[in-house]
């Protein structure tokens, strides 16, 4: 595999820089999807719609989605290192000027930058986590650092919601931006040397995708999916609130169900895609259908809602393991652009997800957002399913 050539590094090192990558995936995404369980705060803080306060999510999955090509191959020649380093100084201070900003345009501005950030992170991340380790454990070292996903939907997403609560969402992100800058110093020191591997011109990562006929079919999937469960999770706290009466305390522990839920899917997985990748993450596409569809039906209870944020969690977890292992597998030798045109495609959907959603939420309702999601996630269930002849998400 050509992401990993030697290893210099010793043991603890190595595995310390795995841990530290881990909590930077921690922190990228708990910034990307906290607005999530802030929504109703900050709308009402800044005098806007529900809808409108989820283009915060929006403008920064577009920013990660469409300019990681070009960064990411203007900046291949790049330590990787230093390249972290520089990521998680544009995330701390974005995080601070959301907790200061006076006013809701300044706001998005601050998510689109950060938006930048994390896109490039996103091409890089996992790669670096398993060069820093002998070749023989460098799924394990993915696995590790995409548990940081888990970890930000457990712990991160409710405690930022429960701090949002407590003392306003403008402290979360200030304790956010803060965080941001121990990783960074962490990085400093216990991340070594990594200079750039198999990045590629910008034509040539947009190029990928057409000459790579399994890459395609992954992509277009993996879009249908995270645009339906993005399109319904963006605003899931206001459909608990209509539909269930939860109060703040009661969405953010269901937020923790979900994130348990998530952490067992990625748990789960990780055990299951050496068997069979293709079968995992089929089923993890058909429980994030099934879960929607539950949600609508049995969600209006506590003990339904319970049951529906933990399959969802447990769907999603899974699928977002399955995604990155079949994009390795359809461009082994170009992993680093591969993973560009897959943060593209990925952080794009987040953003048209939550901004399809918004417009649904606002002019149908909450519950058409939701219905949203079983649509797009049950498309990505279909393209599975026909791809078997090309077997593009399958080794």
Known sequence: MAIHTEHPHSALRSWLGVAVITASLFTFVTTELMP????????????????TAGLMVTLYGVSAGLGVPFIVA???????RVLLSGLLAVLALGNLVTALSPNYPLVLAARLVMGFANGVFWAIGVSMAMRLVPARHANRASAIALSGISIATVVGIPLGTWLGNLT??????LIWSGLAALVFAAVAVTVPSLPSQNAVSVREVFKLPLRNVRLRVVMITVVLYVLGHFGAYT????????????????????LIVYGIGGAAGNFIAGHTVTRNLRGTFLAACAGL???LLLLLTLGHTLTGAVICLALWGVSFGAANLCQVNITLAAAPDTFEAAMSINTLGYNTSIALGALFGGLVADHVGVGAAIWFGVVLTAASVVMTLTSRAEKPVGV
């Open 36 to 51: 999530v369980g802030l929504l109703t705060p900050v709308g009402d803080s800044l005098g806007i719609s529900v809808g």
């Open 289 to 291: 259908v099934v879960s």
């Open 235 to 254: 605003f899931v706290r206001p459909w608990l609130e209509q539909n269930s009466s939860a109060t703040p305390g009661l969405v953010a522990a269901l």
């Open 168 to 173: 306003g969402w403008r402290t979360t992100f």
């Open 74 to 80: 203007w900046t291949r020649r790049v330590n990787r």
